[in-house]
């Protein structure tokens, strides 16, 4: 809105100034003259920089209110009941972790133990398989080296007994190896506990940290947004002060075209009477206070610039003086 009043006021200034032209090239007075009435008052650059100064103001303004607004918002975000419930959580967690690695090292410690049970179930089983192996390979022998039927019945009966103990020492081994393996998952599953505890942690941690960054980025960037709006506010202030407002006395151009005041001759032949140069001088000063008060009175209106109004007056008053001036002339002939 601000920059559309901008446009519309530069649009203004600049018809006015058209205006002001044309009427100073209808009542004789010089272009440069008028244009010169116009731009060399320093009101419409001071009001461009009092508007920019403005709208720098409030688009200063509007930043700072956004940036408390993310600030409100991150404060709610890591308020101390969040902040407190977090740190609760990474508590217990941390406390539940270390109970976990703990059972994880007291389940480890019988392991040493099964394995040891392992090893020597391994060893028995190993002894009575090698055992039925030899006595299988003995039988083998003694029928093929036509052994009595009495020495082959008692190495099948050797043979048999080795079995059963193999057998036994097999369901031994297995037995020691399940319990083995069972202690193992418990050891794991304590360890899978801790590693789960540990990411939560993170997760937990992590969670707490960037509530306390964005905190601490909300409010550095409301610092810096009240900072230039301070700023802002400043120069506003400084291009509205009276020192920059107050317009400079505007000296027209040593160019510039001023009606002549003109000399009626000392006497007439026609009349015979002498025309007092007075009558002139009489219409021009009532002319010109004409003008002065038409001037003063804009001036009074607090309108600092010469507008097409002001030089429309000036303009009428120096064709007033000049017409009168010719009139004057021409009655004396």
Same mark, same amino acid.
Request: charged share 30%; hydrophobic share 35%.
């Given at each position: ?119 020597? +179930? %391994? #060893?028995? !089983? *190993?002894? =009575? ?7 299988? &390979?003995?039988?083998? /022998? $003694? ?74 980025? +909300? %409010? #550095?960037? !409301? *610092?810096? =947004? ?7 506010? &400043?120069?506003?202030? /400084? $291009? ?74 000036? +303009?009428? #008053? ?16």
């Amino acid at each position: 809105m601000n920059d559309i009043l901008a446009r519309r006021a530069r649009r203004a200034r600049r018809a006015t100034m058209g205006i002001a032209l044309s009427v100073a090239l209808a009542a004789g007075i010089a272009p440069v003259t008028a244009i010169a009435a116009e731009t060399s008052s320093p009101t419409g650059a001071v009001a461009l920089q009092t508007e920019d100064a403005a709208t720098e103001k409030e688009k200063a303004h509007a930043a700072m209110q956004e940036a408390l607004k993310n600030l409100e918002a991150a404060k709610d975000a890591a308020g101390p009941e969040i902040l407190e419930t977090i740190e609760h959580v990474i508590t217990d967690l941390q406390s539940l972790r270390d109970r976990m690695l703990k059972e994880a090292d007291d389940s480890r410690g019988p392991l040493l133990y099964l394995q040891a049970n392992v090893d020597a +179930a %391994q #060893a028995k !089983y *190993d002894e =009575a398989h090698n055992r039925t192996s030899g006595l299988q &390979a003995e039988l083998n /022998k $003694a029928i093929d080296d036509g052994a009595s039927n009495e020495t082959i019945k008692q190495l099948r009966s050797e043979i048999m007994s080795a079995e059963r103990r193999e057998k036994s020492c097999e369901d031994d081994l297995h037995h020691c190896q399940r319990r083995l393996e069972s202690q193992e998952s418990v050891v794991a599953k304590f360890e899978a506990n801790a590693e789960k505890c540990q990411t939560d942690i993170d997760e937990e941690t992590a969670k707490r940290d960037a509530l306390l960054g964005d905190l601490e980025k +909300a %409010q #550095a960037a !409301y *610092d810096d =947004a009240c900072k230039a709006y301070e700023e802002a506010k &400043a120069a506003a202030d /400084k $291009a509205t002060s009276p020192e920059i407002a107050k317009p400079t006395e505007t000296v027209p151009p040593s160019g510039s075209a001023q009606p002549a005041e003109t000399t009626p001759p000392a006497g007439s032949s026609a009349t015979g009477k002498d025309t007092s140069p007075s009558s002139t001088k009489q219409a021009n000063t009532n002319s010109g206070k004409q003008a002065d008060t038409t001037a003063g009175k804009l001036a009074n209106t607090g309108d600092t610039a010469p507008s097409a109004i002001a030089l429309a007056a000036i +303009a009428a #008053a120096g064709l007033g003086i000049t017409a009168t001036a010719t009139r004057r002339i021409k009655n004396s002939k």
